[in-house]
C-alpha cells in the first residue's frame, strides 16, 4: 500500500474528514430543509461533507445527505461507508483501517491520534498519524481550488439538494483530474487561496454502549504504535 510506503504505518485503506461548503440560508419555515440546522459551529449555514481520500487525494466517497450543524462523528455513524471498513474488520482482515481526527471514535478500522502521549512510541504514531491525515485535509483544499465557489466565502445560492449535485459533479471532475494528472493553475485572485481548515477538532464523546469496539479500537491502536517501537 502507498500509505505504508510513504508514511511508515501499515494497514492504512484511505483517511476521513468533513469539510463545510457554504449555502445561503434555508427559509426559516422551509418544511424539508429548516434554517436552524443548517447554521453551523462557525455561524454560517452549510454542509458539512464527508470525503474518505486515498494516498493520492483521489476521493474514494464522498456523503451530501448532512447540514451544517450535524457533528463528523454523527455523520461517520449514519453514513453507508461506515459498515464497510467494519465488515472488512469482522471477516477477519483486521489490519486494515481509516485515519481520522479526534472528532471521531477510535475503533479497531478507525483509528484516532492518542490524546495526552506519553511514550516515544505514542509520540511517534501521533506524528505518523498527523502527517497520513493530512492528506485528507489538501484533498479538501485541493477540491475547493479546483472549484473556487466551493470556498467559504463564495456561498452557493442554491437549494441544499441542489448543491449536493454540484458538489457530487465536482468530486466526479476532481477524481478526473487526479486519474490524468491535470496540474491545478493557481494564477488569479489571491484571496481565494485563504481557505481554512473547517475539520471539527472536538474530542468524541464516547457511547458507552460501544465499550467493546472502544476497547477492540485501543487494543488495535495500541499493535500500530507497537511498529514504531525500536
Not at 483517511?15 to 427559509?27: E, G, R, S
Not at 483486521?94 to 477510535?106: A, C, E, H, I
Not at 481550488?145 to 448543491?163: D, E, G
Not at 491545478?184 to 489571491?190: A, F, H, K, R, S
Amino acid at each position: 500500500m502507498l500509505f505504508h510506503r510513504i508514511y511508515g504505518m501499515p494497514g492504512i485503506i484511505g483517511c476521513i474528514d468533513c469539510t463545510h461548503i457554504a449555502i445561503v440560508p434555508p427559509k426559516t419555515n422551509d418544511p424539508v430543509y429548516p434554517e436552524r440546522i443548517y447554521a453551523n459551529r462557525k455561524n454560517y449555514h452549510s454542509l458539512n461533507v464527508q470525503l474518505v481520500c486515498d494516498e493520492r487525494m483521489k476521493i474514494l466517497h464522498v456523503n451530501l445527505r448532512f447540514p451544517g450543524s450535524s457533528h463528523d462523528s454523527h455523520i461517520w455513524n449514519n453514513s453507508n461507508i461506515e459498515p464497510v471498513p467494519r465488515n472488512i474488520h469482522e471477516r477477519g482482515n483486521g489490519g486494515y483501517f481509516l485515519l481520522g481526527d479526534s472528532g471521531y471514535p477510535l475503533r479497531p478500522w478507525l483509528l484516532t491520534p492518542v490524546a495526552n502521549a506519553e511514550t516515544e512510541e505514542e509520540e511517534a504514531y501521533n506524528e505518523v498519524h498527523r502527517r497520513a491525515r493530512s492528506t485528507i485535509e489538501r484533498c479538501n483544499g485541493l477540491l475547493k481550488m479546483r472549484f473556487r465557489f466551493l470556498l467559504k466565502h463564495r456561498v452557493l445560492h442554491y437549494a441544499p439538494n441542489k448543491v449536493s449535485k454540484i458538489i457530487n459533479a465536482c468530486v466526479l471532475l476532481h477524481n478526473m483530474c487526479i486519474d490524468n494528472n491535470v496540474e491545478l493553475n493557481l494564477e488569479g485572485d489571491e484571496a481565494d487561496m485563504d481557505f481554512e481548515n473547517d475539520s471539527n477538532n472536538d474530542q468524541h464523546i464516547e457511547n458507552p454502549h460501544h465499550n467493546l469496539q472502544l476497547i477492540e479500537g485501543r487494543r488495535m491502536q495500541r499493535r500500530v504504535i507497537n511498529y514504531f517501537r525500536h
